[in-house]
């Protein structure tokens, strides 16, 4: 049977301690991520109601014209609480709470 201090090394314990390179470049929000790949607009000062609504994926469009193997849905509520639901024909293994 294995110990836990078996998996500790010095190098472990000690590496999260070493200084940090000044040149070492701050990590990108999501945001600045999406904003590299595609023009990303910003919409100011929405109120709940204004953004409550049923977002699906994939789009109804879409839907008409090729037959998908499943779909989310996303219903977001004027109190800000939501559902999120997935459709599939094979359902992933998921674990939920």
Request: charged share 20%; aromatic share 8%; no cysteine.
């Amino acid at each position: 049977m294995m110990t836990i201090a078996k998996w500790w090394s010095p190098a472990l314990v000690f590496a999260p301690l070493l200084p940090q390179s000044s040149d070492t470049k701050t990590e990108r929000t999501p945001l600045e991520r999406l904003q590299a790949q595609i023009d990303v607009v910003s919409v100011p000062n929405l109120t709940p109601s204004q953004l409550a609504g049923q977002y699906t994926n994939p789009s109804e469009e879409l839907n008409k014209r090729v037959t998908p193997m499943g779909s989310e849905k996303l219903f977001v509520f004027p109190d800000g609480s939501y559902i999120f639901t997935i459709l599939s024909d094979i359902a992933p293994d998921t674990i939920s709470h």
